[in-house]
């Protein structure tokens, strides 16, 4: 998992970016534009190449952990989380065709970036396979 074998200035760059962006996903909590759980998932990645203890830190979280681990495990996006991914993406979208004036160029450029998002995010299962596991069976 982590690759502990990188330059030092590479370790400390890294680093600095997973502070960088776990301040970032702090942020996003209480600003409703600024994603949260992007920001930690590359905090996360940055911190698994530079620093074992911020990467256990980060897994071990109380109120990200869960979260952080079911991706980190396997590449779990919860329903909910689906839910507002597209949803922002679908808003932003309305209010870009609607009411930006923005270009057609730009208007069909941050469409296709919004659906490989929006493809990649609904291709992830919901629930890890455990999850499913002690779900009851539907009649």
């Given at each position: 998992?982590?690759?502990?074998?990188?330059?030092?200035?590479?370790?400390?760059?890294?680093?600095?970016?997973?502070?960088l962006?776990?301040?970032?996903?702090?942020?996003?909590?209480f600003?409703?534009?600024?994603?949260?759980?992007?920001?930690?998932?590359?905090?996360?990645?940055?911190?698994?190449?530079?620093?074992?203890?911020f990467?256990?830190?980060?897994?071990?979280?109380?109120r990200?952990?869960?979260?952080?681990?079911?991706?980190?495990?396997?590449?779990?996006?919860?329903?909910?989380?689906?839910?507002?991914?597209?949803?922002?993406?679908?808003?932003?979208?309305?209010?870009?065709?609607?009411?930006?004036?923005?270009?057609?160029?730009?208007?069909?450029?941050?469409?296709?970036?919004?659906?490989?998002?929006?493809?990649?995010?609904?291709?992830?299962?919901?629930?890890?396979?455990?999850?499913?596991?002690?779900?009851?069976?539907a009649?």
């Amino acid at each position: 998992m982590a690759d502990f074998e990188t330059s030092p200035p590479r370790r400390w760059a890294l680093f600095f970016l997973g502070w960088l962006f776990t301040g970032l996903g702090v942020i996003g909590i209480f600003l409703p534009l600024l994603p949260t759980t992007p920001f930690l998932l590359l905090a996360l990645w940055c911190f698994a190449r530079s620093s074992r203890r911020f990467h256990s830190w980060l897994l071990n979280h109380s109120r990200f952990g869960p979260l952080l681990r079911d991706w980190e495990q396997h590449r779990v996006i919860p329903l909910r989380a689906k839910v507002v991914a597209v949803g922002s993406m679908s808003i932003a979208m309305v209010w870009m065709v609607g009411w930006s004036g923005a270009p057609w160029p730009g208007i069909v450029a941050m469409g296709t970036v919004c659906l490989v998002g929006a493809g990649y995010v609904l291709s992830k299962p919901s629930r890890t396979a455990k999850a499913d596991q002690s779900a009851p069976e539907a009649l």
